[in-house]
T-cell receptor, first 117, second 110 residues
Framework: DAGVIQSPRHEVTEMGQEVTLRCKPI?????LFWYRQTMMRGLELLIY????????DSGMPEDRFSAKMPNASFSTLKIQPSEPRDSAVYFC???????????????FGPGTRLTVL | EDQVTQSPEALRLQEGESSSLNCSYT??????LFWYRQDPGKGPEFLFT???AGEEKEKERLKATLTKKESFLHITAPKPEDSATYLC???????????FGKGTRLHILP
């Protein structure tokens, strides 16, 4: 398996523009997670899905952020409109949910580095 | 407020010089504690999960231990390829919320 795939790897956009980040999880993994990493705040969980259904979105910073998982092999994180403070590295991760523990072992993608000017 | 604090923020060691990284936590009900390794420009890579005080896990030159207030990641005779940022995270029992520390940047000099 190729692991978790994220695209694009780098995104530079201007304030106010819409940004869409994409993720393909590892085949067979039932859980998918979106994280944001910054120097100031570290790694933060934004939202996670189980079998394509959003389970916990309490980490989503505000209504400008939305995430979807239309099928088991694809998810998107959208920011509209984007702001400079959204600049960060966004990671997608997936997990097989061993022993009923979805956060037991997560496999992370390479991340998308977002810069909002 | 539940939080995870890692220390030191950065650590430089000579090859072969053993040391420990600390992860102290305050959380209302711990379900599990995780250690991850992160190389520059990459996503975190899972290392260990610890569930209860007294538990230990080992992998090559790394050993993780857990008490009721903190976890240690012991590195024995490290090599330059062990250089990375090591992240600690806790999973809160009441709502399955995961909280990451900011990490320790480890640099092993040859």
């Amino acid at each position: 398996d190729a692991g978790v795939i994220q695209s694009p790897r780098h995104e530079v956009t201007e304030m106010g523009q819409e940004v869409t980040l994409r993720c393909k999880p590892i085949s067979g993994h039932d859980y998918l997670f979106w994280y944001r990493q910054t120097m100031m705040r570290g790694l933060e969980l934004l939202i996670y899905f189980n079998n394509n259904v959003p389970i916990d979105d309490s980490g989503m910073p505000e209504d400008r952020f939305s995430a979807k998982m239309p099928n088991a092999s694809f998810s998107t994180l959208k920011i509209q409109p984007s702001e400079p403070r959204d600049s960060a590295v966004y990671f997608c991760a997936s997990s097989p949910g061993l022993a009923g523990a979805p956060l037991y072992e997560q496999f992370f993608g390479p991340g998308t580095r977002l810069t909002v000017l | 407020e539940d939080q995870v604090t890692q220390s030191p923020e950065a650590l430089r060691l000579q090859e072969g010089e053993s040391s420990s990284l600390n992860c102290s936590y305050t959380v209302s009900g711990l379900r599990g504690l995780f250690w991850y390794r992160q190389d520059p420009g990459k996503g975190p890579e899972f290392l260990f999960t610890l569930y209860s005080a007294g538990e230990e896990k080992e992998k090559e030159r790394l050993k993780a231990t857990l008490t009721k207030k903190e976890s240690f990641l012991h590195i024995t005779a490290p090599k330059p390829e062990d250089s990375a940022t090591y992240l600690c995270a806790v999973l809160r029992n009441r709502d399955d919320k995961i909280i990451f520390g900011k990490g320790t940047r480890l640099h092993i000099l040859p």
